[in-house]
């Protein structure tokens, strides 16, 4: 079973930016592939960044390239997104997710995510 906490939402102001936690328990991070997916209101839940379970690769969708930075601490089991530029198409619940790679995760899924956090983007 794996517990995961995401915190750091809230609202900001296009071109700001927020840094979102993810406290993760129960698996080490060497185990699991871990990333961050979203889901606007009306929309289906899509992959927003993730690393592979060694954390020597890391993958973005195309539309958070060069604004979103996914980091990890791997003393804490902590995994940061770092948003950046951020606008109101990036209004979404944010999720913590892991699976046992990085492929179900791209696609917008995984074994276990959190209960989200929320960002919202005001124009």
């Known amino acids: 079973q794996v517990q995961l906490v995401e915190s750091g939402g809230g609202l900001v102001q296009a071109g700001g930016s927020l840094r979102l936690s993810c406290a993760a328990s129960?698996?080490?991070?060497?185990?699991?592939?871990m990333g961050w997916l979203r889901q606007a209101p009306g929309k289906a839940r899509e992959f927003v960044a993730a690393?592979?379970?060694?954390?020597?690769?890391?993958y973005y969708a195309d539309s958070v390239k060069g604004r979103f930075t996914i980091s990890r601490d791997v003393a804490t089991n902590t995994v940061y997104l770092q948003m950046n530029s951020l606008k109101p198409e990036d209004t979404a619940v944010y999720y913590c997710?892991?699976?046992?790679?990085?492929?179900?995760?791209?696609?917008?899924?995984?074994?276990?995510w959190g209960q989200g956090t929320q960002v919202t983007v005001s124009s």
């Open positions: 997710a892991v699976d046992g790679n990085t492929v179900r995760l791209r696609a917008g899924t995984g074994d276990y």
């Open positions: 129960g698996r080490t991070f060497s185990s699991v592939a």
């Open positions: 690393f592979t379970r060694d954390g020597g690769k890391t």
